[in-house]
């Protein structure tokens, strides 16, 4: 099996994913992974997709670039190398922030994450809700990390309660098994 990473991003129009899975399904690619994501009229996706031949993958991109989606909708496909993608042994975190938005929250906590040269797998992030009888915006971030087998987590999960206790948020890390 080979493996292809593709992503795109412009105006939002119906049929953006049609268009795109469409054209994996028709070279016998699976898809693997997606996500996507519609912000202030643009839309963003991203996927990893497997072809039973690099053959197949590489005339796939090729029709992948050539997709006339929409003007100004830009896409980027290539082969995944297989050391594009080790698995990095280590233990998974979920580490989730919640409370009163407020500005440089995720700069705070990417910062500790940069610093110690942790690799973000996922970030989500924005206005979860809002409290009630005031409207007021509660912000929540949650980012997935894997920590090295050697690593010691402790100084970074001081930092990060730090920072939630200076920002006064909740914050929860959960080891994923």
Same mark, same amino acid.
């Given at each position: 099996?080979?493996?292809?990473? %593709? =992503?795109?991003?412009?105006?939002?129009?119906? +049929?953006?994913? /049609?268009? *795109? &899975?469409?054209?994996?399904?028709?070279?016998? !690619?699976?898809?693997?992974?997606?996500?996507?994501?519609?912000?202030?009229?643009?839309?963003?996706?991203?996927?990893?997709?497997?072809?039973?031949?690099?053959?197949?993958?590489?005339?796939?991109?090729?029709?992948?670039?050539?997709?006339?989606?929409?003007?100004?909708?830009?896409?980027?496909?290539?082969?995944? %190398? =297989?050391?594009?993608?080790?698995?990095?042994? +280590?233990?998974? /975190?979920? *580490? &989730?922030?919640?409370?009163?938005?407020?500005? !440089?929250?995720?700069?705070?906590?990417?910062?500790?994450?940069?610093?110690?040269?942790?690799?973000?797998?996922?970030?989500?992030?924005?206005?979860?809700?809002?409290?009630?009888?005031?409207?007021?915006?509660?912000?929540?971030?949650?980012?997935?990390?894997?920590?090295?087998?050697?690593?010691?987590?402790?100084?970074?999960?001081?930092?990060?309660?730090?920072?939630?206790?200076?920002?006064?948020?909740?914050?929860?890390?959960?080891?994923?098994?």
């Amino acid at each position: 099996m080979t493996l292809m990473k %593709a =992503s795109g991003i412009g105006a939002d129009r119906v +049929g953006i994913v /049609y268009a *795109i &899975t469409n054209t994996i399904t028709l070279h016998q !690619g699976n898809i693997l992974h997606l996500n996507s994501l519609q912000v202030a009229g643009d839309y963003a996706i991203t996927l990893v997709a497997e072809f039973p031949e690099t053959e197949t993958m590489r005339t796939a991109i090729r029709d992948l670039h050539a997709l006339p989606i929409v003007e100004g909708f830009l896409i980027s496909a290539g082969e995944i %190398a =297989s050391d594009d993608h080790p698995m990095q042994e +280590g233990t998974k /975190y979920v *580490i &989730t922030a919640m409370g009163h938005d407020r500005t !440089g929250i995720l700069e705070s906590f990417s910062k500790s994450f940069w610093q110690r040269g942790i690799t973000l797998q996922s970030v989500q992030a924005g206005i979860a809700a809002h409290v009630p009888f005031t409207g007021t915006p509660m912000f929540k971030c949650e980012f997935t990390v894997t920590l090295p087998a050697l690593f010691a987590p402790e100084p970074l999960f001081e930092e990060l309660v730090h920072t939630a206790v200076e920002n006064e948020l909740t914050l929860h890390i959960t080891p994923i098994p």
